[in-house]
């Protein structure tokens, strides 16, 4: 899959300038225009987009907790893992070196990543397109507990993790369904142990549901 089509995909968006996404998935080991300028201004418009859903939904709550929920939301963390769970790893453009010692794996650069797209998002179509995405892949973790929830893919990354384990693999087994209204079937794989298969209306919706089969057979 290339970028492009990848982007479109997990972004819901296909770029009207494609350097703004070449830009944005660039680091800066690679020797040409990086995304530190779009991670600026994409850090600024996920922190407006974050602070202004709060704001609205939870109308009744006092400053201090909208803001260690903000902080939650907008963290390093959590941004790598927002990375995971739309799979940008293979799509990040790094110098050898920096291949070499797995820097498509920091958190710190998936999370910069995450922030370069959004505002390559901002710059190409918008703070609608930003928002939309933000919108929607920020949904799982935009809970009232006091700390956000794990999302399912990157709950399964960390179970593969700490047992020394390759990174679960996900492919799409099936397509079916009207164009307006497909449905996809992902298989979701971790070495030692039986695959897995779930449904959804898009790809990330189907590998979140087999993640979760995936972890919820784990821990029978």
Same mark, same amino acid.
């Given at each position: 899959?290339?970028p492009?089509d990848?982007a479109?995909?997990?972004l819901g968006h *296909?770029?009207?300038?494609?350097r703004?996404?070449?830009r ?5 080991s690679?020797?040409k225009?990086d995304? %530190?300028r779009?991670e600026?201004l994409g ?6 987009i974050?602070a202004?859903?709060?704001y609205?939904?939870l109308?009744? %709550?006092?400053?201090?907790k909208l ?12 941004c790598?893992a927002v990375a995971?769970d739309?799979?940008v790893?293979p799509?990040i ?14 958190e710190?650069v998936?999370?910069?990543v ?9 710059l190409?179509?918008?703070t609608?397109a930003?928002e939309s995405?933000?919108?929607r892949?920020w ?13 399912p893919k990157?709950a399964?990354q960390?179970?593969?993790n ?7 693999e996900?492919l ?6 009207p164009q ?5 079937r992902?298989?979701? *794989?971790v ?7 779930? %449904?959804g209306?898009?790809?990330q919706?189907?590998e979140t549901?087999a993640a ?8 029978k």
């Amino acid at each position: 899959m290339t970028p492009a089509d990848w982007a479109a995909e997990a972004l819901g968006h *296909t770029f009207r300038d494609p350097r703004l996404l070449d830009r944005a998935l660039t680091h800066s080991s690679a020797g040409k225009p990086d995304y %530190e300028r779009l991670e600026f201004l994409g850090d600024r418009v996920l922190g407006f987009i974050i602070a202004s859903w709060l704001y609205a939904d939870l109308a009744d %709550e006092a400053e201090g907790k909208l803001s260690r929920r903000f902080a939650e939301l907008v963290s390093r963390e959590t941004c790598a893992a927002v990375a995971r769970d739309i799979g940008v790893t293979p799509h990040i453009i790094l110098g050898a070196q920096a291949r070499g010692d797995r820097a498509h794996q920091s958190e710190n650069v998936l999370g910069d990543v995450v922030e370069a797209m959004i505002g390559a998002l901002h710059l190409d179509a918008g703070t609608a397109a930003a928002e939309s995405f933000v919108r929607r892949v920020w949904a799982p973790y935009m809970s009232l507990d006091a700390h956000a929830p794990k999302h399912p893919k990157s709950a399964l990354q960390e179970w593969a993790n700490a047992r020394g384990l390759r990174s679960p693999e996900y492919l799409v087994v099936d397509r079916s369904g009207p164009q307006h209204a497909p449905v996809f079937r992902v298989r979701v *794989t971790v070495r030692g142990k039986e695959p897995v298969e779930a %449904e959804g209306t898009n790809k990330q919706e189907a590998e979140t549901a087999a993640a979760q089969a995936m972890l919820d057979m784990l821990c029978k």
